[in-house]
């Protein structure tokens, strides 16, 4: 086990490991999180590379409780690797406090855990930013998680290959007074703005959690009927 | 040690009221048989709306309450929130049970409001938490309390009801039990405040 840090300062001041693994975020499938003011929505591009993978074995938006999900864009096996370490944090926070964890308290111990791979000696950054997208006693929340450990709060964001654009278009149609049904409508939209090909119920997944605090993905069933509604 | 909960003595008791709650504990610090000093504190508000009453091994009471305060402190720090009563009583049995094979020789008693509701819960010292009845009591004298809260307690009792009763039960119970008493202090807590109370008890 090596005693230095694999990330160090170039002579600019810059890491140039967090700015490589968000060079690897930027080419990842595109991931969009809307907050609606009694909800908030998580839509993710499940593009597969051959059509002989099994298509339900893949699960991009990934429940850390009953109240909090979240979804990625960049390295697949990183995002699985940080799933797990939250589901532990909220598990951990549960048994001692027997209380549900707030959004934000689950963003900022993550945050932790990811910012360490920059500093710790011998391994790389993760090469996933991460959006968290849940309900909590405080209202809905949406908070994007960087390679650096840093994290942002949000009403409306995108990350992965399209993110530029997506937020710009994003930009332009979100409001403060949106529900939810208006922002999973809103979700679809933008990413079939950039979207390669034809958006179909299985290659994209969508999760929503409204004000009852239950995080649910959609099943392509229903995926199918809010598709039709955008024609 | 013939019991390590009966060296230094002391006796709690906790009550709940329409929309209050109110602790009470005996002033004693003593050494087996030898008094030591009448003013040693046994409860302690945690936050305004939370008391945390012990009784025990009065170094364990110390530190326990310290462990507290610390884990409470940094939780607003963190969260930049305060904890609800039922938190804080949750994570009482949490610190008690991580210490398990080398308890914290205390039984306490939480008392808190959460929304108006009175929130009430007692533990044994590796942290298992009740918090089905209307009182609780600890320590030495805590039989004779409870002997004394039966006959007095009733249910949805005014902030006044409720200091006089738990007032007298602790007195009861303290002037029977030789390691605790020397003083008394009953503390009510409601929506609006908590009022303190120094009773006399048999000086002995």
Known sequence: MTDFALTTFSSKGKLLQIEYALNAVAKGDTAIGIKAKN?????????????????????????MTDNIAATYAGLGPDFRVLSQQARKLVKKYDLKYQEEIFVQTLSRELAEDVQIATQRGGIRPFGVSILIAGYDEEGPHLVQLDPSGAYYSWKATAIGKQAKNAKAFLEKRYNADMEIEDAINTALLTLKEGFEGQITPTNIEVGVIRDDHVFRILPPSQVKDYLEELE | MSGIFEYNGGSIVGMKGKNCIAMACDRRFGQQMSTITTNYQKVFKIQDNILLALSGLNTDIHTFYALMEKE????????????????????????????????????????????????????????????????????TGGNYIYGACEAFFKPDMSPEELEEVIGQSLVSGCDRDALSGWGGVVYVLTEQKLTVKILKTKQT
């Open chain 2, 72 to 139: 409470i402190n940094l939780y607003n720090l963190k969260e930049n929130r305060k904890m609800k009563p039922t938190t804080f009583a949750n994570l009482v049995a949490s610190a008690l049970y991580e210490r398990r094979f080398g308890p914290f020789f205390v039984t306490p008693i939480v008392a808190g409001l959460e929304n108006g509701k009175p929130i009430l819960a007692t533990y044994d010292s590796i942290g298992c938490k009740s918090d089905l009845d209307d009182f609780q009591v600890g320590g």
């Open chain 1, 39 to 63: 909800g908030v929505v998580l839509v993710v591009e499940k593009k597969q590379s051959s059509i002989l993978i099994e298509e339900s074995s893949v699960q991009k938006i990934a429940l």
